[in-house]
């Protein structure tokens, strides 16, 4: 087993990277493609804004690189965020690998009419703007229950924007309105939570992708 | 969903050991911060908040190792704070493995600070931090420690580390800090009014009563406390235990 994690200066790299060695794996950095492709698994993480993030990707040539690896990939909050579509925060299209788009999870709590990831609904929120940004404040930061697999976990977020629900939905959260926790299409997994600071719910789910 | 209430040990940190104070003062030590950070987490901490409180450069240089080192071993989020007044020393630390940064005196006296970081960050990981204290029918800022009065007021200065891109508060009333006399609850319910990011509540926490108040009277998302935790007057089961009874908390 090789299991590469793809350093592009954008993110938390230690804590994956600690994560994997609690589990007993060693791990490599590395933004070098030969390396990327010879490995059997790769991570592909992210914390930060989009923008900056694409850009070094784009900088590194990694932009080409992700879509056509063969082997399981995984990307973790922005990295999963990056394999969409239509990215909102970066106003950038992302890799395309999952084909959905990345929205604020802001504008729910706007005033109606409210557009719920394109489309929209009227009357459900209504009169209940204020009580609803009080018990769903953004980010939504903490941790939430993920129906995965036909199980519910419970997994550490972080983030201001997600994915709609769509075919490559693998995991569901709702916050309160459900969205794509996690995506898988062929050989991309991605997961909008922090495995890596998910307790012993994350030190599964790694082991689970570890296993493919 | 609404999240998990979250139950946060803090670790005030100085010189390589954990220590507490009561009203930011008279300082006593409370064990390793690995240690503790390994035994919170294991016992069901949601997260962790690490402040270095170090008062020289020569005391500072020994919390990056404890910031690698809880990474290492804990397998739960955390935030680090103390001294942070430049995006080199956050980049540093989130490198580190830190989850969050938490500025509190630098904001102040260089707001845009907030929006610096939060523009290489992401505001996700940018905690403000507030130390408050109720002066007449106001509250008002505090910084260094709670030694000075910045003579601001505290529910502008939120909705203001907000709009420069905070994406979370940690909100300390000084009046409760070590005191065990409950959390500032007026105060939590008014700036719940004003901001939509996640509000922590810190100060004042003696007893299991003091966590059901914060979260049946407030929506606050998070609390803090420290001495409680680390003198093993209320364990994290015991409290979580309770608490599930009347919200939603993790088990």
Not at chain 1, 120 to 141: A, D, I, L
Request: one cysteine or more; aromatic letters at 8%.
């Amino acid at each position: 087993m090789k299991i590469a994690v793809i350093d592009y200066g954008a993110g938390n790299l230690f804590s994956v990277q600690q994560a994997l060695k609690r589990l007993g794996k060693e791990v490599i950095l590395t933004r070098d493609e030969a390396e990327i492709r010879s490995a059997t698994h790769v991570i592909f993480p992210g914390v930060g804004h989009a923008k900056s993030a694409m850009k070094q990707l784009k900088d590194h040539g990694l932009d080409k690189v992700i879509p056509t690896l063969a082997q399981p990939v995984l990307g973790i909050c922005l990295g999963m965020q990056l394999m969409c579509g239509w990215n909102e925060e970066g106003k950038l299209d992302g890799l395309g690998i999952f084909q959905v788009r990345i929205e604020s999870i802001q504008f729910q709590f706007t005033n109606l009419p409210i557009r719920q990831f394109g489309k929209w609904q009227t009357g459900s929120f209504e009169g209940k703007s204020r009580e609803m940004r009080s018990n769903y404040p953004v980010p939504h930061m903490g941790w939430n229950d993920v129906q995965i697999d036909g199980k519910a976990e419970t997994f550490y977020f972080v983030h201001s924007y997600a994915a709609e629900i769509c075919e490559d939905t693998w995991g569901i959260a709702s916050y309160p309105v459900p969205f794509s926790a996690a995506l898988k299409k062929d050989n991309f997994y991605g997961v909008q939570f922090h495995p890596e600071k998910s307790g012993s719910a994350g030190e599964q789910l790694l082991n689970q992708f570890l296993a493919l | 969903m609404q999240v998990y209430k979250r139950i946060i040990p803090c670790l005030d940190i100085q010189n390589g050991r954990t220590v507490k104070g009561t009203n930011f003062e008279g300082i006593r030590d409370a064990g390793d911060p690995v240690e503790l950070a390994k035994l919170y987490s294991k016992q069901g901490a949601d997260e962790l908040v690490l402040l270095d409180i170090s008062a020289t450069n020569e005391e500072r240089g020994t919390f990056l190792p404890i910031v690698e080192a809880v990474a290492s071993e804990v397998n739960i989020p955390f935030t680090v704070g103390g001294g942070i007044s430049s995006v080199e020393t956050a980049r540093k630390l989130l490198r580190s493995g830190a989850d969050k940064v938490s500025i509190n005196s630098s904001a102040v006296k260089n707001p845009a600070l907030i929006t610096e970081l939060a523009n290489v960050f992401g505001s996700q990981c940018i905690v403000v931090a507030i130390d408050i204290r109720k002066s007449g029918e106001s509250w008002v800022v505090h910084t260094h420690g709670g030694k000075r009065d910045t003579g601001i007021d505290a529910l502008k200065w939120l909705q203001k580390v907000v709009s420069l891109g905070a994406g979370e508060l940690l909100i300390t009333s000084m009046d409760g800090d070590g005191t065990k006399n409950g959390f500032a609850l007026d105060f939590y319910k008014e700036a719940e009014q004003l901001v939509s990011v996640p509000i922590i509540a810190s100060g004042g926490a003696g007893t299991i009563t003091h966590f059901e108040e914060l979260f049946t009277q407030t929506p606050v998302t998070g609390g803090l406390a420290a001495s409680i935790f680390h003198f093993g007057e209320i364990s994290i089961p015991e409290l979580k235990n309770e608490l599930s009874k009347i919200t939603r908390i993790r088990n």
